[in-house]
């Protein structure tokens, strides 16, 4: 009772801290995909087959909090925040317990504070996820376990239950697990009849209750929850390094449409893998596809799927957090995080599991959570909130090893050398990075810092007197470009993109990285021969970045492309088969390859890896790149009469149209994209050029004039803009507030050029 009394009193503690922490946290980095879709689940307006994309306990856990706290959003997410407040006190307290019973006093206590400095733990107990509640029936299930008592049976098997059906992915380990359990205690005959019957209660009712909700939702009623497939397909398709999640293009380049929809991402997936094989899908048929496609790779590239898996195993236990929630990022630099902590833990525990190797008995729930959690990462992929269910077996195993190397080296020197020099070796390990990781942290920073640029954006002042915040959030994170490049920015007096890749040139320790954004810039920019130069110098180095679905990775990719504009095809087919052999199915490069006609079939590999809805977008928008614009045209009308709601699609159909001559209808396509999304602006110059051309063939009509005024103005070219509308009547006040704004663009851009330059 003691120990009981003693854990209480540390999850208060561990509570009353964090408590003070959130006090201190923005409380806007909230993600909120539960609570958005069990406030839709309460209104009736969430389909069914979306509950099956998530955690059924937690979601229905978030759901009944929903009901019992109607009365505004505000309140249920505040109840969700006392669920995880109250599950963040259950997972010290039982800590505690797990270790007291296995330590000394003095190190239970160490392991509390451990959990709760934790980078993991400290992030994801206020990510709303259902990671932590998870986290606690691990934890109840090995304090049950610690008992022999028949009810310890049966919570074990209530925890057992609660874990499952938070992530049914453990009901597998949990049917082995606990009769074999049972038998290492000593239980033979009919005390471990008895014992297993109580255990498997509680998941036999769990496994009926999932079952029956998959066929209420589904009409199936083993039905996958949470998505295994799309899940094994982000961590294991060419562009995937097994770190967090990396979407097909197909998907990332819808679900930056609808943030109201919860878990957008696994509703888009739904969507391509039944417009790629024409029929309505089920659940299960849907995993299918997507896992279909990675298997596909792996059957085709075995070499690379084993060194992606040896890859993960190694990410898995390294100091680098790989967040797959982008709040959590964002949190993080909030939150007093001790660095470097993960890393030293990691490898203490690698210490004590050699230490505890004997002891595998009375340690076996531990033991297997760990190796489970670092299973699923090895299939799936590696990230932080993964990495967070291993904390309970790594703080055991951590304070086990200290333990060790202290009884080791009491009067012993050379035992202390020897534990010494392995510790030291396994740190190095631990904390060892290669480029995936640096790039990573390099893009995470950039997103960070761009984040903040922005913030510095003024809605009362014009974008084009901001020209120093924009340059300041491109050359922070040139990628993001492409989802996030607004309109109204001076495109005649200076290009944005020119002076992002000036300011990275500026900063004194540019990096491998810095350098890869600054060629990427380069390019947008327009400058081939600046750009060639920078990626010449990158790709003598060999290395990589890693960029997944948001831009090409290779410095030889960008070569391939640039030769080819340059009108050098030999060169550039030797630069893009350079960079497929070094990323054997890079979609980019397969479908730069294939709209070049470099080669053969690197439109089924790319269908085969990827998706028809993949290969139609990404060859379409290669195919414009290169001017081949009767053939893009085709291939974006193609993908948009499946992916009807894609800006981006769109935007590429609507130039390539009017690059081929069909203005007017350039133009439809053009206008029914702005009526979804207006920015991202993409395709500057084709667009303006669509526009420009629709006004010269109708020299008198002046309201089609007026829209490509605005048009013109709205793509940065406000000088060709006020020169157009000052042939219109003035006396029109649509006419005379457009050339206004125009001329306030103009200003304003104008006053901060001598900044600007002065900054560059």
């Not at 002042?461 to 300041?472: D, K, T």
């Not at 590429?652 to 081929?660: E, I, M, N, P, V």
Request: proline fraction near 5%; aromatic fraction near 10%.
């Amino acid at each position: 009772m003691h120990s009981v009394g003693v854990a209480i009193a540390m999850g208060l503690l561990v509570a009353l801290l964090y408590g003070a922490i959130d006090a201190a946290a923005p409380t806007e980095l909230r993600f909120v995909k539960y609570n958005l879709a069990a406030d839709q689940h309460l209104e009736g307006n969430l389909p069914s087959v979306r509950r099956m994309d998530l955690s059924p306990f937690y979601f229905e856990t978030i759901a009944l909090l929903g009901r019992i706290a109607p009365a505004s959003d505000t309140l249920a997410l505040e109840a969700t925040g006392w669920l995880h407040r109250v599950a963040t006190f259950a997972a010290a307290s039982l800590l505690y317990l797990v270790l007291a019973w296995r330590l000394p006093r003095r190190y239970a206590v160490a392991g509390v504070v451990a959990l709760a400095a934790m980078p993991h733990f400290m992030v994801y107990a206020r990510v709303f996820e259902p990671e932590l509640v998870l986290l606690v029936a691990l934890l109840g299930y090995v304090v049950a376990t610690d008992r022999d008592a028949r009810w310890a049976a049966l919570l074990a098997g209530v925890c057992a239950a609660a874990a499952t059906a938070s992530r049914p992915t453990f009901l597998l380990l949990f049917l082995a697990l606990g009769p074999l359990g049972f038998a290492l205690r000593g239980m033979r005959g009919r005390p471990l009849v008895v014992r297993c019957v109580w255990f498997f209660l509680p998941l036999l009712i769990c496994g009926v209750w999932l079952g029956a909700r998959a066929q209420s939702l589904v009409g199936d009623p083993f039905a996958p929850v949470m998505n295994p497939g799309t899940v094994f397909f982000e961590g294991n398709h060419p562009l995937s390094r097994g770190t967090s999640a990396a979407y097909p293009i197909s998907v990332a380049s819808l679900i930056v449409l609808d943030p109201n929809v919860p878990d957008e991402a696994h509703n888009r997936y739904r969507k391509v893998a039944r417009e790629s094989l024409r029929r309505g899908l089920t659940t299960a048929e849907v995993n299918a596809f997507w896992a279909g496609r990675a298997w596909n790779f792996i059957e085709d590239e075995p070499g690379r799927a084993v060194r992606n898996v040896f890859a993960k195993g190694l990410r898995a236990l390294r100091d680098d957090r790989w967040h797959d929630v982008g709040t959590a990022e964002k949190l993080e630099a909030h939150l007093p995080i001790v660095p470097w902590l993960y890393g030293a833990l990691v490898s203490l525990a690698l210490l004590g599991v050699g230490f505890e190797a004997r002891a595998w008995r009375e340690q076996l729930a531990l033991l297997a959570f760990g190796a489970a959690q670092i299973a699923v990462m090895l299939v799936f992929y590696v990230s932080a909130r993964q990495q967070m269910v291993l904390l309970p077996s790594l703080v055991y195993f951590g304070l086990a090893g200290v333990r060790g190397v202290v009884r080791s080296i009491r009067g012993n020197r050379r035992a202390a050398a020897g534990w010494g020099l392995l510790w030291l070796g396994l740190v190095l390990v631990v904390f060892a990075r290669d480029d995936t990781t640096r790039d990573h942290i390099h893009s995470s920073r950039g997103g960070l810092e761009a984040d903040r640029a922005a913030e510095r954006l003024s809605d009362a002042i014009p974008l084009a007197a901001q020209h120093h915040a924009i340059s300041e959030v491109l050359a922070a994170a040139s990628w993001l470009a492409r989802d996030n490049l607004p309109g109204n920015i001076d495109r005649e007096g200076r290009s944005p993109f020119a002076d992002a890749a000036r300011r990275i040139g500026a900063r004194p320790e540019a990096d491998f990285f810095d350098e890869f954004d600054r060629g990427t810039l380069e390019l947008q920019a327009g400058d081939l021969d600046a750009a060639r130069s920078t990626f010449e110098a990158l790709a003598a180095t060999g290395r990589r970045a890693y960029r997944t679905y948001a831009e090409a990775s290779d410095p030889a990719f960008y070569l391939g492309r640039i030769a080819a504009l340059q009108g050098q095809p030999e060169e550039a087919e030797s630069w893009l088969s350079q960079a497929l052999d070094r990323t054997p199915g890079d979609p980019f490069v397969l479908a730069e390859m294939s709209a070049l006609a470099f080669g053969s079939n690197h439109r089924e590999t790319l269908e085969r890896y990827y998706s028809p809805l993949d290969a139609e977008l990404l060859i379409a928008e290669a195919l414009l790149v290169h001017a081949r614009v009767e053939q893009a045209a085709e291939h974006f009308g193609r993908h948009l009469r499946t992916a009807k709601r894609s800006h981006r699609a769109a935007v590429g159909f609507a130039a390539a149209l009017g690059a081929s001559g069909q203005v007017e209808r350039g133009v439809e396509v053009y206008r029914r994209s702005l009526e979804r999304a207006s920015t991202p602006v993409l395709w500057n110059d084709q667009i303006s050029a669509l526009y420009r051309t629709w006004a010269a063939a109708h020299p008198d009509d002046p309201a089609i004039r007026l829209e490509a005024a605005e048009i013109l103005g709205f793509h940065g070219r406000f000088r060709e803009a006020e020169a157009m509308l000052e042939k219109l009547d003035t006396g029109d006040d649509r006419v005379r507030a457009s050339l206004i704004r125009m001329r306030d663009s103009i200003a304003a851009g104008e006053a901060t050029e001598p900044a600007a330059s002065e900054a560059n």
